[in-house]
């Protein structure tokens, strides 16, 4: 090497790639902005508006205290949507997780034709939802559904069953539809979960003697929990704020029987013009959401596994 | 391990000549990949033996473990347990126990209930499986632990877990899948002992996978050396090492491995420990074989002298050879110097060139 000329003499200049502290701020300023404008900043105007007497016809914001609150608690309405959101809810995640469970262990095994099954389940999820609105509404349709047509070639039903025109069905038709959408993800996340047990240990519990049964409720379940609950945890907040299969297939009727708490809040605030009580009825949502969400991953935090 | 009071399961379970376990032309292909993991393998147990499966990784040892364990159909051949063939049957039906490389701790159940498991699965009564539990936890010192979890335990208490369940069912045949290399090394050299001493104290036919001699030697009563789905060799330890049936088992047990010259139609072998300066031979009987070696380095290990060599004579190129001098033996050896060595002619092993089976001697003077 010559004397005194090294790479090393120069002075040495720090780039922008490595200035990890304003990379940082760099690369999360999109998030930033993203949350800011489009969750927090929404968020703190309908907490603004719950309080105010605003209207698509009045924008004027009149602070009025808790009086829009007051008018929704005392709504029939309200709370025939909020007992409507329990049950939909509920009834729709037990199903939800039994039959992804169940499609998930059938997905995992290996059989001929696997991948044509594993597409036919995840199709519900790539379907554009006017695509599927407009094929249930057929299927559920009062005079034209294919479904009574079945059943009543079959024998098993004397005149049209009216699905979205009777309570009970129509709040059955929402359940059956919803739980049609959201069981892809849940399969998809569960079906993680399984493929995550580790092979020995599936070979231990057949060594063991194990039958199918004992190692769903032994091994499958208990270790594929924690993944389940986060499966819940999306279906439950994708199922309580949902309004689009109650919009499409029943706009919250007949009377109010299939209306819930999100689905109204559009109606009376947006439709109805109503800001402040839409507002309101919507951010009723919130604690309970919350307060689920932090249920579901304490549980998954605690829960004593690996 | 703590001596037990009792020394055999509480239901009787002795052995009988029947737990045996044989395949015969056994052959495994995998379609992907278009592999033939094991490739024609004939190997009987006799009762209470000790039999190690060992081979570098990828040799079908594991494969042929698995088959026997029925967690793998084989593609061709019979797996025999108890002189009944159980091809088919499902592990649970074939009387055997197996402990896993990994353990295969149920993470989320007690100590107690991982050893619980086999036995409920098994339908037996509740105070029966009480009793079988405690009695596999006391004979493996673990009694203590029954209420922990997996991941509160160290290696060694898994490994013992592990063994507990594996123990209840009273198999026939155990089935160990490398069970110690999960165990850091100091800790590997006591479980090693401890499995041996548990096994002597059982009696059952165990049926052992490794890559690691070392553990083969230690515990096998014989030793099936496997390679490329086949067993090259299956014998005894001692056999195994000093009359090797070929040049890959020459070469796969002994550390360093069995020195081969190239002599153009066939291999001249022998074991470094058995190639010594030959002021240290002289005086045992017998022919003995001299020859001038040219030292390059010596390398000191746990004692004893590791001479880096070639022997000129001996072969063509110069026949590079190491030489392991114990540490009873001070004759002086020196770098980049020519010294004379010696061999008992009947510590030399002779190879066929093109094949590297065993062939009978030939003559060696140079």
Known sequence: MSAGVSTWDRRPKRKLADRDDLLAKLFMLPTAVYIIGLVALPFFLALLFSFSDVTTGNPSLDFVGLRQWRTILSSSVFWTSFWNTIIFTGISMVLIVVIAHILATVLVKDFKGKWFVRFCVLLPWTTPVSLAAVSWLWLLNSIFSPIDWVLRWFGFIESNMYYLGRPVLAMGSIIAVHVWRIVPLATVIIMAGLMAIPSDIEDAVEVDGAGFWRKLWEIDIPLTLPITAVAVLFGAILTFADMTVVFILTRGGPTQSTQVLSSWAFFKGIEGGDLAQGAAIALFLFPLLLAAAIVILRAVRHREVM | ?366
């Open chain 2, 1 to 366: 391990m703590r001596a037990p009071d009792t020394e055999s399961p509480p239901e009787g379970g002795g052995l009988s000549m029947a737990h045996v376990v044989e395949v015969r032309g056994l052959k495994k292909h995998f379609e992907a990949g278009d592999v033939r993991a094991v490739d024609g393998v004939d190997v009987a147990t006799s009762p209470g033996e000790y039999l190690v499966l060992l081979g570098p990784s990828g040799c079908g040892k594991t494969t042929l473990l698995r088959i026997i364990a029925g967690l793998e159909d084989p593609t061709e051949g019979e797996v025999l347990i108890g002189g009944n063939v159980v091809n088919g049957l499902p592990p649970r039906a074939r009387g055997i126990a197996m402990v896993f490389q990994s353990y295969a701790l149920y993470p989320h159940k007690s100590v107690l209930d991982n050893i619980d498991f086999p036995l409920k699965a098994a339908g037996l009564d509740p105070q029966e499986r009480r009793k079988k539990a405690e009695w596999a936890a006391k004979l493996l010192g673990i009694d203590q632990l029954l209420h922990r979890k997996p991941r509160n335990l160290s290696g060694g208490e898994r490994q013992r877990v592990a063994l507990a369940r594996a123990i209840v069912r009273d198999p026939s045949v155990f089935l160990l899948d490398e069970p110690l290399s999960n165990l850091d090394a100091k800790l590997r050299t006591s479980a090693r002992d401890e499995l041996k001493q548990f096994q002597e104290r059982l009696g059952t036919t165990t049926i052992y996978v490794t890559h690691d001699q070392v553990e083969a030697m230690g515990l096998g009563d014989r030793i099936a050396v496997m390679f490329q789905g086949k067993v090259r060799q299956l014998g005894p330890p001692k056999e195994v090492y000093s009359d090797p049936a070929d040049t890959f088992v020459a070469t796969f047990i002994g550390s360093p491995p069995m020195n081969l010259i190239d002599r153009g139609d066939h291999l001249l072998g022998f074991r470094p420990e058995n190639f010594l300066p030959v002021d240290a031979i002289n005086g045992r009987g017998g022919n003995v074989l001299e020859v001038d070696v040219q030292v390059h380095r010596i390398e000191y290990l746990s004692g004893d002298r590791h001479v880096y060599a070639t022997v000129p004579s001996l072969g063509r190129d110069g026949a590079h050879i190491i030489a392991r001098i114990p540490p009873t033996v001070d004759v002086p050896v020196f770098d980049d110097r020519d010294q004379r060595f010696a061999i008992h002619e009947r510590d030399l092993r002779f190879f066929d060139g093109n094949t590297g089976e065993r062939v009978p001697p030939r003559p060696v003077r140079s």
